[in-house]
């Protein structure tokens, strides 16, 4: 991959780094999709300083609460739907079908990574996907304008499954919800065998999925940090970058 145009010390060791790797992987995190439009989570004015996440358990025992979680999904639609991949997501789109990256380990939600061109199969989301919905009983996958056309009918009502009249939900993992066991075992995988571990835009502090990096440096990885703000794994990484993750992959995109 040879890099254009004018860039920092940092962005030319990245460049060695992309250049000689093999059988790389991506991590990403909310950080590589906010110059899309998708509001990040944890950071100030993000979307948890506004409304407190609604656990898995009371999305279960509560109609109210699935209401609430449902409206909360709508009313970020717009910004969903008006999303086009940015130029981290290009980049490690080229750089999956230039065979350096193994794959693509997200904790995103927003199918972004797929929009860019990456294969479906290479990209291993650990939160789930927000595009679709599906029963939690029966496994029944709903799509997002039949969900919001009967939540509408009914006033603001979520809808129940037609097969089992179990409860929809976003195809997303929430907080108190199993990890999905296939993809964690794919990215552990993916992470022991891998050559350099590019963490991006992730502010690495939700576990189990934060142990990736960790793992991957322990197993004899290049580990590499990208993101605006600091993480308690810095101090352990080959190279750091704190910038936007759109200018740093700018020159690779």
Request: glycine share 10%; proline share 7%.
């Amino acid at each position: 991959m040879t890099p254009v145009g004018d860039i920092k010390p940092e962005g030319e060791a990245l460049a060695r780094l992309l250049a000689g790797m093999r059988r790389g992987v991506a991590f990403t995190g909310a950080g590589i999709s906010t110059e899309c439009g998708i509001p990040d989570f944890r950071s100030p004015g993000g979307l948890w300083t506004r409304n407190r996440p609604i656990d898995f358990d009371a999305f279960l025992a509560s109609r109210a609460m699935r209401d609430e979680a449902w409206r909360r999904r709508f009313a970020m639609e717009e910004a969903f739907a008006k999303a086009r991949p940015g130029r981290g997501h290009r980049a490690l789109a080229r750089l999956l079908a230039e065979g350096r990256l193994a794959g693509i380990v997200t904790q995103n939600i927003d199918g972004l990574h797929q929009a860019s061109g990456a294969p479906p199969e290479d990209v291993i989301e650990l939160h789930g996907n927000t595009t679709y919905a599906t029963c939690l009983d029966c496994g029944r996958r709903y799509e997002l304008e039949w969900v919001r056309a009967r939540f509408e009918a009914e006033s603001g009502a979520a809808p129940d499954c037609e097969e089992c009249a179990g409860p929809i939900k976003s195809a997303t993992i929430s907080f108190g919800q199993p990890m999905p066991a296939p993809a964690m075992l794919r990215a552990r995988e993916l992470t022991q065998g891998c050559d350099v571990f590019l963490a991006i835009g992730s502010s690495l502090v939700v576990w189990p999925a934060a142990g990736f990096p960790l793992e991957a440096k322990r197993n004899g990885a290049i580990l590499v940090i990208i993101n605006r703000e600091p993480t308690e794994l810095d101090d352990i990484a080959d190279l750091v970058i704190r910038d936007e993750i759109g200018e740093v992959f700018a020159p690779f995109a």
